[in-house]
């Protein structure tokens, strides 16, 4: 394992090994020395997405593990939906911490993998010492299976994570067109995306996912066409069944977890999003209110959309390497 590194078009590939954990191959970076930091990515991304704090993490004093998780990149893409359950998540982050010989670390997660962080400190919080979420504020289980909840509140309107539900089709859509996908969700929904340019609760007539998404005038300044170029090529690669796996298995984590519905996170923890990031409009940080009991702070970065880790690192890791610093110190 090398020192931290980060030059070149993609930071850390020359720190990649792969690691054989619960039934499949995961492709991780491993990056530095010290107590261990695991950094989850979320949906449509790749452990690319941590570049900007894979290094000061390091240079902190940890040892950083950032997987593409199951379905992504360069780990294993199972064919079977009910591969892609909370239960399997879960237990591929905590496989990673078994191969290293640690019994805790930080979790940090981003989008869905803030959802599966958020869920093994339900789930194993002896293995957690402290738990980041980015963008999805910890929810409480809801009283019945998401997509009937999804149905009679949506109707007729297009909801994505109803569309991510037929079988084949939304996997050729985005599959079919890779660069316009990444260029419309990284770029596209930036926070100065107006609501009436993103198309997502329009009544469900023809037509997919794509087409639903604004078309961004130029990249914004956080993401390079370098940066862009590798998400399109890995993604062309892969397709998008993987994560669009993991919204299959919506109503399959609900009836998993009926054991947790009370169960609150109690391990000390932190929450981050950007501002304008829409996604707290339907989930909003209050929702944690009496269920993460040692919250030591919500950071809410004025301006910043959904990336919040890509579009203003500065901003994201100085809280990130104080919460870790104070519930993980470097030994």
């Not at 991780?28 to 261990?36: A, L, R, W």
């Not at 009436?196 to 023809?206: G, I, K, Q, S, W």
């Not at 990249?219 to 399109?232: A, F, G, I, Q, T």
């Not at 940080?285 to 009991?293: F, L």
């Amino acid at each position: 394992m090398s020192a931290p590194a980060g030059t070149g078009p993609v930071p850390y590939e020359d720190d990649r090994r792969t690691v054989a954990v619960n039934g499949v191959e995961l492709s991780v970076i491993d990056v530095g020395t010290g107590p261990p930091i695991i950094l989850a990515h979320g949906f449509p991304e790749l452990s690319f997405s941590w570049r900007h704090q894979i290094g000061p993490l390091a240079a902190a004093g940890h040892r950083v593990l950032a997987p593409d998780q199951r379905g992504y990149g360069r780990s294993s893409r199972p064919t079977d939906v009910a591969d892609y359950d909370i239960v399997h998540l879960t237990d591929d982050l905590l496989g990673l911490l078994d191969d290293i010989g640690e019994e805790r670390a930080v979790f940090v997660g981003h989008d869905w993998g803030s959802i599966v962080v958020w869920a093994l400190a339900q789930r194993a919080p002896e293995r957690v010492a402290g738990v980041v979420g980015m963008s999805v504020p910890f929810v409480p289980r809801p009283s019945g299976p998401p997509t009937e909840i999804m149905r009679a509140l949506f109707g007729e309107m297009f909801f994505y994570m109803l569309y991510f539900q037929e079988p084949g089709v939304p996997d050729a859509e985005l599959g079919g067109d890779a660069a316009t996908m990444m260029r419309r969700m990284l770029a596209g929904l930036g926070p100065d995306a107006t609501p009436a340019a993103v198309d997502m609760f329009a009544p469900r007539a023809e037509g997919g996912f794509i087409p639903r998404l604004p078309e961004p005038t130029a990249l914004p300044e956080w993401l390079s066409p370098s940066d862009l170029d590798h998400y399109v090529d890995e993604f062309t690669r892969t397709g998008f069944t993987g994560g669009i796996n993991w919204y299959r298995n919506l109503d399959r984590n609900w009836a998993l977890t009926e054991a947790l519905a009370e169960t609150r996170v109690t391990v000390p923890a932190l929450f981050i999003a950007g501002g304008a990031d829409p996604v707290l409009l339907m989930s909003p940080p209050s929702n944690m209110d009496e269920w993460v009991t040692d919250l030591r702070g919500s950071v809410i970065i004025d301006g910043a959309g959904h990336w919040v880790q890509q579009e203003r690192p500065d901003e994201v890791n100085a809280p990130l390497l104080d919460f870790i610093g104070s519930v993980l110190p470097p030994s």
